[in-house]
């Protein structure tokens, strides 16, 4: 195959061969910051403020959070390095061929809202900074917006992971000069931050309210990509160390996520608002604004070209036999409609909270179950050719009966022990025993991953045979 940085992905869901894995580390990098340095970032730091946190311990959460939840997240990207397979895919190890499909078709339909909620953020800066210019902020203008950030990001998703590495690697760095001038203007001027700004929470509510964002917007941002990692890293040669593939995606991960959500703090420690236009114009305007734009423009389509691929991979990873392309473009369609439920939300910060807390949900136990099976039962050696044998014929069978009954038990439990916005998924535990803290985050994960475990013994494992005729 050629090496053209800009040759069209015909891959699918199969095992990237060796000749197609020609990813570098630093690529793996820049993937992963231009995915991040996005205004959904604003918004997370943003948020600690709006509820009621101090400035200070909000900018604790960010980085303590994300220290734990980047690491998770690089561990899933070591596990498509060295298997050249997607994520989805790489789950029926622990589920079985076909109850794969569950997490499969709950991952679609999860980065159907990421594309709505992170195309949000470009229409409403976009309409600040154009105010600035005597652009009216009407109907018509934010549907062409949509329309237009929408079609490019579909474009360059259908083109897939080549189009995808190519664009992150030359817009990233000049985004990062953008940010810096960012930084310094908003940290410099007098009177755009309010650095002294302590929390207003009774004693109790404070420790809910503190763990509840560490479970949202700390170790949850990290937990929330980990169902993309292996898609991108699966293009890396075998010949590059794990440890490197680690430790770039991390880096990639940690650096854009904190610096933009304390960004977004310190911002919102004066305009008390996750209104990304207003924040925008508190700090920038002039020539400025147009840099800003620019920013804004970049990573909402650095974030959704990643959905848009992912998106189609994981719908194919569930069974469904149209092509890439036709899903690509379904899940653009689709995308496009949950834009304009944010757009018109009554309050995007309650649901852009619900919508995290919802997520993490079930996404923490399938994060055990899987890490318990890769890394502990398995030893991270993978039977590839098993994963795309028929449930029937499979070494790792239809149903694994351990790993849905583990996950459906880690699910329960992050629940129990769950807070947030969303009464129906405020757990008795968390309300009445530990004051509203969240701890649904380690509870899923672990409960999950420990249950898996001990029933492992009724967990279906390759046998001698199938594996050396899968290595054949």
């Known amino acids: 195959m050629t090496d053209s940085e800009l040759r069209a992905d015909i891959h699918s869901i199969e095992p990237i061969p ?56 690089a561990t899933f990207t070591v596990m498509g390095h060295k298997t050249g397979v997607n994520q989805m895919v790489l789950s029926r190890s622990a589920f079985g061929v076909r109850g794969a499909y569950l997490p499969s078709i709950l991952m679609f339909l999860m980065t159907l809202g990421w594309i709505g909620v992170n195309t949000y953020f470009p229409v409403k800066v976009s309409m600040g900074i154009l105010g600035q210019f005597g652009v009216p902020d009407t109907w ?43 930084s310094v203007l908003a940290w410099t001027r007098p009177g755009v931050v309010n650095w002294n700004l302590t929390t207003s929470l009774p004693p109790g509510a ?61 911002i919102a420690s004066t305009t008390l608002d996750t209104d990304p236009a207003k924040m925008v114009s508190a700090v920038f305007g002039g020539p400025v604004s147009i840099l800003v734009l620019l920013m804004v423009l970049h990573g909402p389509i650095a974030t959704n070209i990643l959905n848009v691929y992912s998106a189609a991979l994981a719908a194919l990873s569930a069974g469904l036999k149209l092509s890439r392309f036709w899903l690509t473009v379904i899940v653009g369609v689709a995308g496009y409609l949950v834009t304009l439920y944010f757009i018109f939300a009554p309050s995007f910060a309650k649901a852009f909270d619900h919508w995290m807390i919802s997520l993490l949900l079930w996404m923490s136990p399938w994060a055990g179950v899987v890490l318990a099976d890769f890394y502990i039962k398995r030893k991270g050696k993978i039977e590839v050719a098993e994963l795309y044998r028929s449930p029937e014929s499979s070494a790792y069978g239809d149903i694994n009966w351990a790993g849905m009954i583990a996950f459906f038990a880690g699910l329960v439990a992050g629940w129990l022990v769950q807070d947030g916005l969303v009464s129906a998924l405020q757990g008795p535990i968390s309300i009445y025993l530990l004051g509203g803290a969240d701890l649904s985050w380690l509870f899923g994960i672990g409960v999950a991953g420990l249950v898996y475990l001990g029933l492992g013994k009724f967990a279906t494992s390759p046998t001698p045979a199938v594996a050396s005729r899968a290595g054949s």
């Open 206 to 266: 404070h420790l809910a309210m503190l763990t509840m964002l560490m479970t949202s917007i700390g170790v949850g941002w990290g937990i929330s990509w980990v169902t993309w990692a292996s898609d991108y890293s699966r293009f890396v040669p075998r010949s590059t160390p794990s440890k490197a593939v680690f430790w770039y995606s991390y880096v990639g991960m940690f650096v854009p996520t904190v610096w933009l959500g304390i960004l977004g703090a310190t």
């Open 140 to 182: 018509l203008v934010e549907m062409i917006v949509i329309t237009l950030v929408m079609a490019v990001q579909v474009m360059i998703g259908v083109y897939g992971f080549y189009a995808i590495r190519t664009f992150e690697k030359y817009t990233v760095p000049p985004t990062i000069a953008i940010m810096v001038l960012m």
């Open 18 to 73: 060796d000749a197609d894995r020609d990813s570098s580390g630093p690529q793996q990098m820049w993937i992963w910051a231009g995915a991040n340095i996005a205004p959904v970032n604003w918004a997370l730091g943003a948020l600690g403020i709006i509820l009621k946190l101090g400035l200070m311990e909000t900018i604790a959460v960010i980085v303590l959070g994300n220290i734990v939840g980047c690491a998770i997240f």
